[in-house]
């Protein structure tokens, strides 16, 4: 790996069996099991390749089931590639679901705990960052000692973003992380991401919203049946993708007529 290089993906794929038909039987479903009839094999992702330099904002692009939050299961080590390999150096922190983790009878407290070991933290380091903690998830009243299954989804959210920015990750993948919560909470998270910029962390992020990817990203690669279809600058990965979609790019978002195109990279290994 090169010196400048937090993540590289060569060749990445990942495949799932997918039955088609119910067996009707216990007997016919054990006979199909050991002979793998009615499965059919399909490609989440195949021949996905590509870097992240140390330090920059890597965004993934694409339609529903293009295989963008597959690959971000891959980063954060969910899944294991059946095809090609993924290096990644630094300390990851990976928010794939936001609260998806938290134990719902434990209070919000607990789970900042229970969260922030898994994620590699001491309970020192974590008592040692617990303000730091509760102040940025903001939540209202006493929330913070009652059970996570009295929040709601954007509670969770705060929580979960909270713990995962501050473990101080060398490198932090988020999954929609701008999509959920209120608009203070929304700003809150793209402040934190420029602080976390500025000390060097390197983001993997999937985004439906383009003008975050036009904000916050150095580069952008849009996925399409889990093939890469472009890799390189935000504006010229968006612009494909809109026009792929036979939409005019600078009508649909209004902030690419400020982008300067770059030249398109090719659909793979960059850097």
Same mark, same amino acid.
């Given at each position: 790996?090169?010196?400048?290089?937090?993540?590289?993906?060569?060749?990445?794929?990942?495949?799932?069996?997918?039955?088609?038909?119910? &067996?009707?039987? %216990?007997?016919?479903?054990?006979?199909?099991?050991?002979?793998?009839?009615?499965?059919?094999?399909?490609? &989440?992702?195949?021949?996905?390749?590509?870097?992240?330099?140390?330090?920059?904002?890597?965004?993934?692009?694409?339609?529903?089931?293009?295989?963008?939050?597959?690959?971000?299961?891959?980063?954060?080590?969910?899944?294991?590639?059946?095809?090609?390999?993924?290096?990644?150096?630094?300390?990851?922190?990976? #928010?794939?679901? #936001?609260?998806?983790?938290?134990?719902?009878?434990?209070?919000?407290?607990?789970?900042?705990? !229970?969260?922030?070991?898994?994620?590699?933290?001491?309970?020192?380091? %974590?008592?040692?960052?617990?303000?730091?903690?509760?102040? !940025?998830?903001?939540?209202?009243?006493?929330?913070?000692?009652?059970?996570?299954?009295?929040?709601?989804?954007?509670?969770?959210?705060?929580?979960?973003?909270?713990?995962?920015?501050?473990?101080?990750?060398?490198?932090?993948?988020?999954?929609?992380?701008?999509?959920?919560?209120?608009?203070?909470?929304?700003?809150?998270?793209?402040?934190?991401?420029?602080?976390?910029?500025?000390?060097?962390?390197?983001?993997?992020?999937?985004?439906?919203?383009?003008?975050?990817? #036009?904000?916050?990203?150095? /580069?952008?690669?849009?996925?399409?049946?889990?093939?890469?279809?472009? %890799?390189?600058?935000?504006?010229?990965?968006?612009?494909?993708?809109?026009?792929? /979609?036979?939409?005019?790019?600078?009508?649909?978002?209004?902030?690419?007529?400020?982008?300067?195109? &770059?030249?398109?990279?090719?659909?793979? #290994?960059?850097?």
């Amino acid at each position: 790996m090169s010196g400048g290089c937090a993540i590289r993906g060569r060749d990445v794929g990942i495949r799932f069996m997918i039955r088609h038909q119910r &067996a009707p039987t %216990i007997h016919s479903g054990l006979v199909r099991a050991l002979k793998r009839a009615g499965m059919e094999e399909f490609w &989440a992702l195949r021949k996905v390749s590509f870097e992240v330099p140390v330090g920059s904002a890597f965004g993934m692009i694409g339609a529903n089931g293009s295989g963008k939050s597959t690959l971000l299961r891959v980063l954060a080590r969910i899944l294991a590639p059946d095809e090609g390999e993924i290096e990644i150096r630094g300390r990851a922190s990976a #928010l794939i679901s #936001l609260g998806a983790g938290f134990e719902p009878e434990l209070s919000g407290r607990e789970n900042i705990f !229970f969260n922030g070991m898994l994620l590699g933290l001491s309970r020192e380091e %974590i008592n040692r960052r617990l303000d730091a903690i509760i102040a !940025f998830a903001d939540l209202p009243g006493t929330f913070i000692d009652a059970p996570v299954r009295t929040y709601s989804s954007g509670m969770r959210a705060r929580v979960g973003f909270s713990v995962a920015v501050h473990v101080d990750p060398e490198i932090l993948i988020v999954d929609e992380v701008l999509t959920v919560g209120d608009a203070r909470f929304r700003t809150r998270c793209k402040e934190k991401f420029q602080e976390l910029f500025s000390r060097g962390t390197t983001v993997v992020m999937v985004q439906h919203n383009l003008d975050t990817i #036009l904000e916050l990203c150095d /580069q952008a690669m849009w996925l399409d049946r889990g093939h890469p279809q472009a %890799i390189g600058a935000p504006a010229t990965v968006v612009r494909a993708y809109l026009e792929s /979609q036979g939409l005019d790019p600078e009508r649909t978002l209004p902030a690419l007529r400020t982008r300067q195109a &770059a030249p398109a990279g090719p659909a793979g #290994l960059t850097g």
